[in-house]
């Protein structure tokens, strides 16, 4: 009796040794997450910023120094090329002006613009009534004169441009200039609108590059990038913020993991922690293009093999039971 009383402590105090040893808690699996690598193509990108500009653009002037007399339109109505905009009774002649301009005087020609409407021919110098009307279809996007006002051929009295057609002006450095080209497709965000993305492609890119500078401090060397736009439904407006993606290096098939996956040893080696036979190992891998959430893995991995969501949870070795997220 009392030998079986001794053996049935002794056997106790083994097993709670057991349960408490390290032997036991190295050998009691660990419960895990894992996922498989995602596959798709993926593309790197060039970002820049940049804004929205109406393609076509005009601004009419008056043909000489004048007093408005009545205004047809207002901000932001639709127009019809022929109608009227602006009523002005002329008392002075512009022809000097025009003279200026074609003969290049430094500074004018850039403050007029290329899309400038100025009558041609002369006024007598009596006042004359002389309507202007809308060169082209569009919106009245400014109008510059109030009536009884007296206007000169150095400002405009209207904008008008087309919102059907936009595109985006950006800019990019200089370090990345060599990585984009026309035809390039592009996606892009805007700041009045975080959640509405349109998609559109390089069409031309400046053939030189112009350094900004801001309080006599120099910037970055950039070149401007114009891209199309689609502006079907009329969402986006001209001087809206965007922020341009251009698709450059494109990478098919390509296998993806989210950045929690990725470890790194105290030699700077990249690695992930994968399932095998019920065991945790390390298995080193290089990472290629860096998307939002996601890295590409280019070597060391196959899409079949089960990857720990987090690599610090284990040790290389231990036991480990893998549940699907």
């Known amino acids: 009796m009392r030998a079986a009383v001794c053996m049935a402590s002794t056997a106790l105090i083994i097993g709670g040794m057991f349960l408490g040893s390290p032997y036991r808690a190295d050998h009691t699996p660990v419960s895990v997450q894992s996922i498989l690598c995602e596959q798709a193509d993926i593309y790197d990108t060039v970002t820049m910023k940049g804004k929205v500009e109406a393609q076509h653009k005009c601004r009419v002037f008056p043909p000489g120094t004048a007093t408005v007399g009545r205004i047809y339109v207002t901000q932001g109505q639709p127009i019809e090329k022929g109608e009227p905009l602006v009523t002005l009774y002329v008392t002075g002649d512009g022809t000097e002006l025009r003279q200026a301009a074609e003969e290049g005087v430094q ?8 899309a400038a409407i100025l009558p041609s021919g002369t006024v007598d110098t009596q006042p004359t009534a002389v309507t202007l009307t809308a060169p082209q279809t569009g919106i009245v996007m400014d109008i510059y004169c109030q009536e009884d006002e007296l206007v000169t051929p150095l400002a405009p009295c209207v904008t008008i441009a087309d919102l059907t057609d936009l595109v985006v002006r950006a800019q990019v450095g200089e370090e990345q200039l060599a990585e984009i080209a026309v035809g390039q497709e592009t996606t892009m965000t805007f700041e009045a609108f975080p ?22 401090q120099e910037g970055p060397v950039q070149t401007d990038v114009l891209c199309s736009i689609s502006n079907t439904d009329g969402t986006i407006r001209p001087g809206y913020t965007v922020t341009v993606k251009a698709k450059t290096q494109r990478q098919p098939n390509a296998l993806l993991l989210p950045y929690s996956c990725i470890g790194q040893d105290e030699q700077g080696r990249e690695y992930v922690m994968v399932a095998q036979d019920g065991f945790a190992r390390r298995q080193l891998v290089k990472t290629g293009l860096e998307l939002a959430d996601q890295v590409e893995i280019t070597a060391g991995l196959t899409a079949q093999v089960p990857v720990l969501q987090d690599p610090s949870s284990v040790q290389p070795g231990q036991r480990i039971e893998v549940h699907d997220p």
Do not use: D, H, Q, V
Not at 107 to 114: F, I
Not at 200 to 216: Q, V, W
């Open 107 to 114: 500074g004018l020609e850039e403050w007029l613009g290329s």
């Open 195 to 216: 959640e509405t993305e349109k998609i559109g492609r390089i069409i031309s890119i400046a053939p030189y590059a112009k350094t900004g500078s801001f309080l006599g």
